[in-house]
């Protein structure tokens, strides 16, 4: 201190400690304050001395402060510093002897402010978060914390109050829990489905069993019915996968513009005759590298909800356009580069925010359990975010909605995909065989009915219920097929078995068989004679993937089989 100063009393304070009323998500010193104070003691009252270098600190500081005085009427402001005046926009005119109310707006939590004015009337500390409003209008969060100023008798003189805008915390806070809750019904729904799959497989199977051993018209309609039926709830698994990101995709390049001209008529016939359906197509596009038939099933689920948000009709519009992501990636929460965006937007009802925040979660909808299912953007969702990309939803109520899909651009080094192979058609081409083939599936009902069908189809069966006791058949068996399920809770796993196996037998040919179709997209082995057929399977698809796998084995052409079979369990 030097000689010409005059050294004043010093403030005092109770430091914060643990019992500080804290609800605020980020505190500037730390989960566990012990310095900083909950109340202070001044010796000296009055705000005219600011020729200091504590003035000037509190000026300089990058945190907002404000200082009250309940001893006015109103508890008016009557001192804040240039940091309080940058993050709300206003000047120190506009402030000065007004209460803080003004910060408040329509969406400042009424229980919130209920709290604070509490603490307020207790004279005691406190620390939250509530929305206030900058002079513009725009929200924002505001990390508040205050505490009451006392003289040296006790009585209190004013309020100190700190500010820190924690917006974008708590966006990315809110952005983190929506990604665990996501990803913790994805792991749900991908579970179910695969256990449904098993259930479908068992059902789709024996009705096609019965279907072949019986002749009556009426039966025979019944067992169809049974049968359309059971591939609807396929269906309805594949979209839970795909919301889960579980399903397999065949990914190649592709021209976006000309994969939706080649789509015209559908996506007309789609929308009906009352929405006018027009398209802005960028021209000179880069190609990406998507499952063109994922692609096709997300835009018709996106004009089908444009459909039904405008009952009176309207205009649908699909365009693309080349984004170039550098400095403003993060904000879409993808990395640096060149995305090609699919936008359909409508003139519809919109959605409030609350139902646009949920719009991507399976089974929420707005339309009524007879008109949807709630999985049509969850399977969207879930297929852009396979692709890589990212879907976006802006919706104003009363005004229209725009869904954004972000696929990044193709590189030069991408693979074109294989082109898939032809479908077989139901009852076409049935073949079997005489060959032995080890059956490993740990699900008792499934591994009943896939013994049936591939006896019926003629082969020598082994069964075996979990890969250990299929590695003990092998040392005893010859086999010329495993068939084994993927996932087997409890014990090795098909993919364990499949690795042991082929260092016993590499040139026996192997087929996989999941209704959890994480498997078929990554940690399968690849080679020439491994195979993955998904749950639920019909007969002819078994029946043709079996010899398909056989035949890979050996060029020499096939026994006849004995139409009967035999089977060891």
């Not at 005046?85 to 910060?103: A, K, M, P, V």
């Not at 692609?295 to 649908?316: C, K, Q, S």
């Not at 084994?484 to 040919?509: A, C, H, K, N, W």
Request: with cysteine; aromatic share 6%; glycine share 8%.
């Amino acid at each position: 201190m030097g000689s010409d100063e005059v050294e004043k009393p010093a403030a005092t304070g109770v430091p914060a400690g643990t019992d500080l009323k804290d609800g605020t998500s980020y505190s500037p010193t730390g989960a566990n304050p012990t310095h900083h104070w909950k109340r202070s003691t001044v010796m000296v009252p009055g705000l005219g001395d600011r020729g200091t270098i504590f003035f000037a600190a509190l000026q300089m500081t990058r945190m907002p402060m404000i200082i009250t005085d309940p001893r006015q009427s109103d508890n008016p402001i009557v001192f804040a510093n240039k940091a309080f005046l940058d993050l709300t926009g206003y000047e120190e005119s506009e402030i000065l002897g007004r209460n803080c109310r003004f910060l408040q707006g329509a969406e400042t939590d009424r229980d919130a402010v209920a709290e604070l004015r509490e603490a307020i009337r207790q004279r005691e500390a406190i620390a939250l978060e509530l929305i206030n409003y900058r002079r513009d209008g725009s929200p924002f969060w505001n990390a508040v914390f205050v505490a009451p100023v006392l003289d040296a008798d006790g009585e209190l003189l004013y309020f100190f109050a700190s500010q820190l805008d924690v917006t974008r915390r708590r966006a990315s806070e809110q952005a983190f829990r929506q990604a665990q809750k996501m990803e913790a019904i994805g792991q749900l729904t991908a579970g179910l489905a695969h256990d449904f799959n098993n259930l479908l497989q068992v059902v789709s199977g024996n009705i096609d069993i019965v279907a072949t051993q019986v002749a009556d018209e009426r039966h025979q309609r019944l067992l169809t019915n049974a049968a359309r039926a059971a591939d609807r709830g396929s269906k309805l698994t594949r979209q839970l996968l795909a919301f889960a990101r579980k399903t397999r995709l065949e990914p190649r390049r592709v021209e976006l513009n000309q994969l939706i001209h080649e789509f015209g008529d559908l996506l007309d016939n789609t929308v009906g005759a009352q929405i006018r359906l027009v398209t802005t197509l960028e021209r000179r596009l880069p190609p990406v590298q998507i499952d063109p038939t994922h692609l096709e099933m997300a835009i018709l689920n996106v004009l089908l909800n444009a459909r039904d948000a405008m009952p009176r009709g309207g205009t649908v519009t699909i365009s693309t356009r080349l984004w170039k992501l550098n400095g403003d990636a993060p904000m879409h929460q993808l990395p640096e580069g060149d995305y090609v965006v699919l936008t359909i937007r409508d003139e519809g009802t919109g959605m409030t925010e609350e139902v646009r925040r949920r719009a991507i979660e399976p089974f929420f909808t707005t339309k009524g359990a007879e008109r949807g299912t709630g999985l049509g953007l969850a399977m969207v969702h879930g297929f852009v975010q396979q692709s890589l990309g990212r879907l976006e939803i802006d919706s104003i109520a009363g005004e229209g909605t725009e869904v954004r899909m972000l696929f990044p651009t193709a590189t030069s080094a991408a693979t074109v995909a294989p082109p898939l192979a032809p479908k077989l058609e139901a009852g076409a081409g049935v073949a079997g065989g005489s060959e032995t083939i080890l059956l490993v599936e740990d699900s008792d009902d499934v591994r009943a009915l896939a013994q049936e069908q591939l006896m019926a189809l003629g082969y020598r069966v082994l069964l075996a219920a979990s890969g250990e006791e299929a590695l003990e058949r092998i040392k005893t068996e010859t086999i010329d097929l495993l068939f084994t399920d993927i996932v087997m809770p409890g014990g090795m796993s098909g993919l364990e078995l499949v690795e042991q196996f082929r260092t016993l037998q590499p040139e026996t040919p192997v087929l996989m068989t999941t209704g959890y179709n994480e498997d078929l997209v990554a940690d399968i082995p690849r080679g020439t004679n491994l195979d993955v057929i998904g749950k639920p399977y019909r007969r002819e698809q078994l029946a043709d993937r079996i010899r398909s796998a056989l035949d890979r084995r050996s060029p020499e052409p096939r026994r006849k089989g004995n139409p009967f079979g035999a089977v060891e369990a």
